[in-house]
T-cell receptor
Framework: DAGVTQSPTHLIKTRGQQVTLRCSPK?????VSWYQQALGQGPQFIFQ???????QRGNFPDRFSGHQFPNYSSELNVNALLLGDSALYLCASSLVRTSNEQFFGPGTRLTVL | AQKVTQAQTEISVVEKEDVTLDCVYETRDTTYYLFWYKQPPSGELVFLIRRNSFDEQNEISGRYSWNFQKSTSSFNFTITASQVVDSAVYFCALSEAGGGSEKLVFGKGTKLTVNP
């Protein structure tokens, strides 16, 4: 049973560029959440997708956007990258009817130069 | 607003020592869930436990135990007879319950180092 997978593992971008991160949920899961984890900090909730729509959003600017596909996989897009966007981006999946049981992927390490 | 505080930034112990990681939370909700996750150097968050706010029974799983005290808004985690493999960053987290809300609010984590 495949767990949550994320790609790429590492990414280096320069300020002002745009980036797309990808996540495939655990088999059978229908909800995907994205978190940003800065160095030495706890993960912070960015947003959550269910049925291809954004259900909930954290305190992140509109430069952060996402998408969920019919197969439940998801993308996180960040435009106009800033140095402060450097972080580990974690994807978590869950099944909405079980609520609160989230399984995390290995993350994508984004470095903005 | 929900908030989780892990006052211990780093803890270092010698193998076989017992260690307790503290977690204090704030919420106005009467129904909520509390979690502990482990993050090894690889980066992936590993789920350890989920506790419903209505269930204050302590739980033990092998060398791990959790003490939930609603009166002090604390959900502490104890590792008995620690091992080198327990070295990781541990996060306490809180979420609302009901309405399909699954946003997790994390503390800043406690880095545990178990030395041989």
């Amino acid at each position: 049973d495949a767990g949550v997978t994320q790609s790429p593992t590492h990414l280096i971008k320069t300020r002002g560029q745009q980036v797309t991160l990808r996540c495939s949920p655990k088999s059978g899961h229908d909800t995907v959440s994205w978190y940003q984890q800065a160095l030495g900090q706890g993960p912070q909730f960015i947003f959550q997708y269910y049925e291809e729509e954004e259900r909930q959003r954290g305190n992140f600017p509109d430069r952060f956007s996402g998408h969920q596909f019919p197969n439940y996989s998801s993308e996180l897009n960040v435009n106009a990258l800033l140095l402060g966007d450097s972080a580990l981006y974690l994807c978590a999946s869950s099944l909405v009817r079980t609520s609160n049981e989230q399984f995390f992927g290995p993350g994508t390490r984004l470095t903005v130069l | 607003a929900q908030k989780v505080t892990q006052a211990q930034t780093e803890i270092s112990v010698v193998e076989k020592e017992d260690v307790t990681l503290d977690c204090v939370y704030e919420t106005r909700d009467t129904t909520y869930y509390l979690f502990w996750y482990k993050q090894p150097p690889s980066g992936e968050l590993v789920f350890l436990i989920r506790r419903n706010s209505f269930d204050e029974q302590n739980e033990i799983s092998g060398r791990y135990s959790w003490n939930f005290q609603k009166s002090t808004s604390s959900f502490n985690f104890t590792i008995t007879a620690s091992q080198v493999v327990d070295s990781a960053v541990y996060f306490c987290a809180l979420s609302e319950a009901g309405g399909g809300s699954e946003k997790l609010v994390f503390g800043k984590g406690t880095k545990l180092t178990v030395n041989p």
